[in-house]
């Protein structure tokens, strides 16, 4: 069995695709200093659609190879993942693995910044298949804030959109207001929607044209960002251990040449990447 003791390294995120480089992106702003690696599994993208079992393995087979390149703390910056994988990474695999280094999802820190941003406590989610059927988001705003009402929408089109970049586009309207109206007809007090999936803010344009213009619309990248920052001030010994000389790498499962276009365009900025195999 591998150990993975703790060490010095980059930050890891995790997404099934492109998603999670609207959380890298966030938190690099936020946290400039640190190191950073991100690891998206293109080649097995959409994961939104797949059983427990495969995400489960999926990703823990992407957050072995980021303790392999020496990250001691890794986001998963897919709901996705986060609903079907995350708890059994944490009560299963990390043990074994030595227990020191750390996974943490994207779910919780949005549930917990959602108080205070609805006023009618009547919010809906939109997420893949994976994670509204998963229930994760109704489950865990029950928990926390028993007074909201949660209604959810899958929208199965909207990551092959964005993965396919095809998220300006004409076409993209169509699919973008179906699930807008699938949602709100579920529920017409909602003044608050959760892009609970790390590929939507790809769309927020298409999406605010399709709703009222004082509906809250509510992306992940800087929750996640301002929770780990608050995450990492309450661990210091996890922090003492994140390497600071502001680098950013990228791996994909994909061909290099099309990730690295796709990447440089979400990112604004010109980047590198290499290609790895994941296997357990
Ligand atoms: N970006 C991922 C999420 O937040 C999912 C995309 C996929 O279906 O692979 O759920």
Redesign the pocket.
Known sequence: MVQYPMQTGPIGVF???Y??LTILQKIRELMPQYDYVYLGDNAR?????RSFDVVYEFTKQSVKKLFDLGCPLVIL???????KALKSIQTNDLPQWGNERRVLG?IRPTVEAIDSITKSRHVGIL??V??IQSESYPIEIKKLFPDITVNGNACPMW?PLVENSEYNSDGADYFVKKELDRLLSQDKDIDTIVL????YPLLIDKIRKYVPKEMNIVSQGEIVAKSLENYLSRHGDMENHIGRSASCKFYTTEAIEKFRKSASVFLHEEIEAERITLAL
Not at 45 to 49: I, L, M, Q
Not at 77 to 83: D, I, K, R, V, Y
């Open positions: 997404d099934s695709g998603g999670g993208t959409p994961y939104g659609t910056g897919c709901n996705t993942a986060s609903a994207v997420g893949t994976g994670t990551v609970a999936c790390t590929h």
